[in-house]
């Protein structure tokens, strides 16, 4: 029996030395069964590596809360303890607790680039930080839960399996199935065709728009596979430029160019991209259009995650607030096609905190600045 009990000693060196000389660190809990936020964690849970990132708050203000927090990963860097398809990684505050996530894109061991978006339910005080863990688990174990660790609809089979968009974000629909949620959206003017997706057409200045109706701290992003006409947020009952358009603060496709543009009776902001600038000089393009709205005057605009050329914010021409969010069109021969639609919390002035991801500051990139390249979804 003493030979047994020493030879099992020796085994369980060796698999631990095994793991060192691996590079692999192991963090073992054996005594969670707790369920954080709709997940249940396994009672014995191997975490293969964890990466502390820190969320700092560098204004005179207190972050509301909740908020989407967006977090860049370099995935490559991490592949030896990656699943194909990143379902092994979750994100928790340090006491356990899981902090709802996203997914957005880089859904890959090999992406240089993978966007994670967070729900932060913690406020961070003036000139504090938040540390939380970004967890690797079990490669071979799917983390995906659909309820709070999820990506977007369309990296799963069957379309939206794991997606959980409606649990982190403010507001959000992945129009999947094939009907229209009514009890969300209302249309005019306007046709449309879900499957797993949104097709809509448009006559006669229509318009697919939130019931809701926002103001300031609100961005609206929408993954568009094609677009044309206008994206953004919009004051229904202003028709301006002879009823061909809503006024709002939106993204617009006119004059060959895709730019952004807030338009109210008193005229056009940036008419043609001629005085803020555009991002692309092509129209019917595909990618991700966000619009923020920073006060009742000024809203900021982004075509993927990026200001490009133009000169933001735009400061004047802004519609009556509030807004819906959603989509406006005058030309029945040019439909946009959809793959989603959310509505995020912003900070006051679009502040958007500083992010050390292991160390390393996560450079100003997306939804701030404009320094990085395009993104592939």
């Given at each position: 029996?003493?030979?047994?009990?020493?030879?099992?000693?020796?085994?369980?060196?060796?698999i631990?030395?095994?793991?060192?000389?691996?590079g692999?660190?192991?963090?073992?809990?054996?005594?969670?069964?707790?369920?954080?936020?709709?997940i249940k964690?396994?009672?014995?849970?191997?975490?293969l590596?964890r990466?502390?990132?820190?969320?700092?708050n560098?204004?005179?203000?207190?972050?509301?809360?909740p908020?989407?927090?967006?977090?860049?990963?370099?995935?490559?860097?991490?592949?030896?303890?990656?699943?194909q398809?990143?379902?092994?990684?979750?994100?928790?505050?340090?006491?356990?607790?899981?902090?709802p996530?996203?997914?957005?894109?880089g859904a890959?061991?090999?992406?240089n680039?993978?966007?994670?978006?967070?729900?932060?339910?913690?406020?961070?005080?003036?000139?504090s930080?938040?540390?939380?863990?970004m967890?690797?688990g079990?490669?071979?174990?799917?983390?995906?839960?659909?309820i709070?660790?999820?990506?977007?609809?369309?990296?799963?089979?069957?379309y939206?399996?794991?997606?959980?968009?409606?649990n982190?974000?403010?507001?959000y629909?992945?129009f999947?199935?094939?009907?229209l949620?009514?009890?969300?959206?209302?249309?005019?003017n306007?046709?449309?065709?879900?499957?797993?997706?949104?097709?809509i057409?448009?006559?006669?200045?229509?318009?697919?728009?939130t019931?809701?109706?926002f103001?300031?701290?609100?961005?609206?992003?929408?993954?568009a596979?094609?677009?044309?006409?206008?994206i953004?947020?919009?004051?229904?009952?202003?028709?301006?430029?002879?009823?061909?358009?809503?006024?709002?603060?939106?993204?617009?496709?006119?004059?060959g160019?895709?730019?952004?543009?807030q338009?109210?009776?008193?005229?056009?902001?940036?008419?043609?991209?001629?005085?803020?600038?555009?991002?692309?000089?092509?129209?019917?393009?595909?990618?991700?259009?966000?619009?923020?709205?920073?006060?009742?005057?000024?809203?900021i605009?982004?075509?993927?995650?990026?200001?490009?050329?133009?000169?933001?914010?735009?400061d004047?021409?802004?519609?009556?607030?509030?807004?819906?969010?959603?989509?406006?069109?005058?030309?029945?021969?040019?439909?946009?096609?959809?793959?989603w639609?959310?509505?995020?919390?912003?900070?006051?002035?679009?502040y958007?905190?500083?992010?050390?991801?292991?160390?390393?500051?996560q450079?100003?990139?997306?939804?701030?600045d404009?320094?990085?390249?395009?993104?592939?979804?």
């Amino acid at each position: 029996m003493a030979k047994r009990s020493q030879l099992m000693k020796i085994m369980a060196v060796s698999i631990v030395l095994l793991f060192l000389v691996s590079g692999f660190s192991v963090v073992v809990y054996g005594s969670q069964s707790s369920d954080h936020n709709g997940i249940k964690v396994p009672s014995f849970n191997a975490i293969l590596k964890r990466i502390y990132i820190n969320i700092s708050n560098t204004e005179n203000f207190a972050l509301k809360v909740p908020y989407q927090q967006i977090i860049a990963i370099n995935s490559s860097l991490y592949k030896l303890y990656e699943a194909q398809n990143l379902q092994n990684i979750y994100f928790t505050y340090t006491n356990g607790t899981i902090i709802p996530s996203w997914l957005e894109s880089g859904a890959s061991e090999y992406s240089n680039l993978s966007i994670y978006w967070l729900k932060i339910n913690v406020s961070i005080l003036p000139h504090s930080n938040l540390t939380i863990y970004m967890n690797f688990g079990n490669t071979s174990v799917n983390y995906f839960n659909g309820i709070n660790i999820g990506e977007a609809p369309q990296f799963s089979t069957p379309y939206g399996k794991y997606d959980d968009g409606k649990n982190v974000f403010y507001f959000y629909d992945n129009f999947s199935g094939n009907q229209l949620n009514t009890s969300e959206w209302i249309t005019k003017n306007a046709s449309s065709t879900v499957n797993n997706g949104i097709n809509i057409g448009f006559n006669e200045n229509g318009y697919m728009v939130t019931k809701q109706h926002f103001g300031a701290g609100y961005a609206f992003d929408v993954y568009a596979l094609d677009t044309s006409n206008n994206i953004g947020f919009f004051n229904i009952s202003e028709k301006v430029n002879y009823n061909t358009v809503l006024a709002g603060s939106f993204i617009r496709e006119a004059c060959g160019n895709t730019y952004p543009d807030q338009w109210n009776f008193s005229g056009e902001a940036n008419g043609c991209g001629n005085n803020y600038g555009y991002f692309i000089n092509k129209m019917f393009v595909s990618g991700i259009f966000t619009t923020s709205l920073i006060n009742n005057i000024s809203s900021i605009q982004y075509y993927d995650g990026l200001l490009w050329g133009t000169h933001q914010p735009i400061d004047r021409n802004n519609a009556t607030y509030p807004l819906n969010a959603g989509f406006n069109g005058n030309n029945a021969t040019s439909a946009m096609n959809i793959q989603w639609a959310r509505i995020r919390n912003v900070q006051q002035d679009n502040y958007t905190p500083v992010v050390y991801v292991d160390g390393v500051q996560q450079k100003s990139l997306i939804y701030e600045d404009g320094l990085l390249c395009h993104i592939n979804l």
